[in-house]
Structure formats: structure tokens, C-alpha cells
Nanobody
Framework: QAQVMESGGDSVQAGGSLRLSCTTSGLLFTYASMGWFRQAPGKEREAVSCINSDGTYTYYADFVKGRFTISRDSKTKTLYLQMNSLKPEDTAMYYC?????????????????WGQGTQVTVSS
């Protein structure tokens, strides 16, 4: 059974930076597109950024373009989300996902694996 685990969430002040990390099994990491999603209390889960299996295609939501960078390291089998210039509205639970529709950065129903979430809190 595939396993997805994310970490790196923390509480920071506006303008600060965080780097989230996500690991999976080697096979899943090698062949699967991956991405980051977030959900704030009372709001629907939304896509943040996605990347295809070899890192040649990336997707960014408009609200994070120029601030966040998604990347993956095939040697360590780790997915990253570098988050700079954080804003209070970035506060949410951030989830890592594997095996999705990377072009639209959307869940593939029944086939996407999800991590447990890591909390990011940005204060003004």
C-alpha cells in the first residue's frame, strides 16, 4: 500500500518562509505526478501546485505564483514546496498528494494517495 508523508508546517509571521517536504515509496515517487493542496477552516480544499513525474511540467495556482516553488528530488525521493513571502491567507492545512491529474492539478478520484497534512499558520 502506498504511503505519503508530509512535514515542515509551522507558525510564521507574514513575509516569512517555510519549506514543506513529502516522501513516498520509491516506486510511487518515480512514476507518479505529485502535488500540494491546502484547506482552511470553512473553505473547500484547493490546489496549490503540482508537478509531473520527471519534473518537466509544473502547475501553480494564481495566488502562489512568484512566491511558491515546487520541486522533487529523485535521489532522496522527496517532494518540496518552498513557500516564500507568506501571507496570512496562506494559513491552512497543507496536504501532499501522489498520482493525480497534473495538467489541472486535480485529484484523480479513486487513484490519488494523500498524506495526513501539515499545518501552516501565518500571522500578520
Amino acid at each position: 500500500q502506498a504511503q505519503v508523508m508530509e512535514s515542515g508546517g509551522d507558525s510564521v509571521q507574514a513575509g516569512g518562509s517555510l519549506r514543506l517536504s513529502c516522501t513516498t515509496s520509491g516506486l510511487l515517487f518515480t512514476y507518479a505526478s505529485m502535488g500540494w493542496f491546502r484547506q482552511a477552516p470553512g473553505k473547500e480544499r484547493e490546489a496549490v501546485s503540482c508537478i509531473n513525474s520527471d519534473g518537466t511540467y509544473t502547475y501553480y495556482a494564481d495566488f502562489v505564483k512568484g512566491r511558491f516553488t515546487i520541486s522533487r528530488d529523485s535521489k532522496t525521493k522527496t517532494l518540496y514546496l518552498q513557500m516564500n513571502s507568506l501571507k496570512p491567507e496562506d494559513t491552512a492545512m497543507y496536504y501532499c498528494a501522489a498520482n493525480l491529474n497534473v495538467r489541472t492539478c486535480a485529484e484523480a478520484s479513486g487513484r490519488t494517495y494523500w498524506g495526513q497534512g501539515t499545518q501552516v499558520t501565518v500571522s500578520s
